[in-house]
């Protein structure tokens, strides 16, 4: 089924500049203001279904839970893209990818956390990137639940908007400490012995402060608006990571993967606030050879 057969409305209202961290940009065509209202449409579509105890769970073929949240939500943003940008490629997680003949391209997680989503945890999210010739050139992540947002983009910085806000505020990573006094944050802590690295992990969690597995999207948000000094994942997919170097980096931090490389592409990442990165690598690359998700 084509995008814009759904049944769903053909005309939503533009992002206002008012309620926008960069104004009006004209750069890209004007995606850069639909990136905030085409993730917006997404993340709010998530929200009639949290908490529901009647939510029906299924599951995909790697046995990761999806839900008729993800699939609406997703749904919801295809045809808004669609609709605005039909030349425009997507990529999104639950409906595939649509081959698009403009340079850029759409990549949306529609709930990066399902399983918190499901637990009825408010640490869920929705991620959106942009690209532009394969490079991400703007990010978001959204906290529907929480009503927070981070968005960036190339250039124009990292901001961050709070619960009830209606403005926007610089995002940035925490001041520089040693590793020793470093929040570590991370989705699961299983993954890691899924692929070879259970003792990296235990090395890792013995340098830091303290860890805690508020992971998915969120970390990455916490460690943009320097409330966790890094963020690490053994295991992702393209439309987890998407957004995540140009909000990480435009937030004065470090985003790689764990070989070091700038990258949204790898099967494992990692996020930081920056000086104590070369450090976290060190300890992650002797982990040997790291398994695909």
């Given at each position: 089924?084509?995008?814009?057969?759904?049944?769903?409305?053909?005309?939503?209202?533009?992002?206002?500049?008012?309620?926008?961290?960069?104004?009006?940009?004209?750069?890209?065509?004007?995606?850069?203001?639909?990136?905030?209202?085409?993730?917006?449409?997404?993340?709010?579509?998530?929200?009639?279904?949290?908490?529901?105890?009647?939510?029906?769970?299924?599951?995909?073929?790697?046995?990761?839970?999806?839900?008729?949240?993800?699939?609406?939500?997703?749904?919801?943003?295809?045809?808004?893209?669609?609709?605005?940008?039909?030349?425009?490629?997507?990529?999104?997680?639950?409906?595939?990818?649509?081959?698009?003949s403009s340079a850029y391209r759409w990549v949306v997680d529609p709930i990066d956390g399902t399983?918190?989503?499901?637990?009825?945890?408010?640490?869920?999210?929705?991620?959106?990137a942009l690209e532009h010739g394969g490079e991400p050139i703007a990010g978001g992540i959204w906290?529907?639940?929480?009503?927070?947002?981070?968005?960036?983009?190339?250039?124009?910085?990292?901001?961050?908007?709070?619960?009830?806000?209606?403005?926007?505020?610089?995002?940035?990573?925490?001041?520089?400490?040693?590793?020793?006094?470093?929040?570590?944050?991370?989705?699961?802590?299983?993954?890691?012995?899924?692929?070879?690295?259970?003792?990296?992990?235990?090395?890792?969690?013995?340098?830091?402060?303290?860890?805690?597995?508020?992971?998915?999207?969120?970390?990455?948000?916490?460690?943009?608006?320097?409330?966790?000094?890094?963020?690490?994942?053994?295991?992702?997919?393209?439309?987890?990571?998407?957004?995540?170097?140009?909000?990480?980096?435009?937030?004065?931090?470090?985003?790689?993967?764990?070989?070091?490389?700038?990258?949204?592409?790898?099967?494992?990442?990692?996020?930081s606030s920056g000086p104590l990165h070369a450090e976290v690598l060190r300890l992650l690359r002797?982990?040997?050879?790291?398994?695909?998700?």
């Open positions: 089924m084509d995008d814009r057969d759904r049944g769903m409305p053909t005309s939503v209202p533009a992002a206002e500049p008012s309620n926008s961290p960069w104004g009006a940009p004209t750069e890209h065509g004007g995606r850069l203001m639909a990136l905030l209202r085409a993730g917006g449409i997404a993340a709010e579509a998530t929200l009639p279904f949290f908490g529901s105890h009647q939510l029906l769970v299924e599951s995909k073929e790697d046995q990761s839970p999806v839900t008729i949240a993800d699939r609406t939500a997703e749904a919801q943003f295809r045809h808004w893209i669609s609709t605005h940008f039909p030349g425009d490629a997507i990529l999104g997680e639950e409906h595939g990818e649509r081959e698009g399983k918190s989503f499901i637990a009825g945890v408010p640490l869920y999210s929705t991620l959106v906290i529907p639940a929480l009503g927070e947002i981070v968005v960036a983009a190339t250039g124009l910085g990292c901001w961050h908007q709070r619960h009830g806000a209606r403005g926007w505020e610089p995002a940035r990573v925490a001041p520089p400490r040693p590793l020793s006094e470093a929040i570590l944050v991370t989705t699961a802590i299983d993954s890691f012995a899924a692929v070879g690295a259970a003792s990296t992990f235990g090395q890792l969690q013995n340098e830091v402060r303290f860890t805690r597995t508020w992971g998915d999207g969120y970390g990455y948000l916490l460690v943009a608006t320097g409330r966790a000094d890094l963020m690490v994942d053994p295991i992702v997919n393209p439309w987890d990571v998407a957004p995540l170097l140009p909000v990480i980096r435009e937030a004065g931090g470090i985003f790689t993967d764990w070989e070091g490389k700038a990258t949204t592409r790898s099967t494992h990442a990692v996020a002797p982990s040997g050879s790291i398994a695909g998700p």
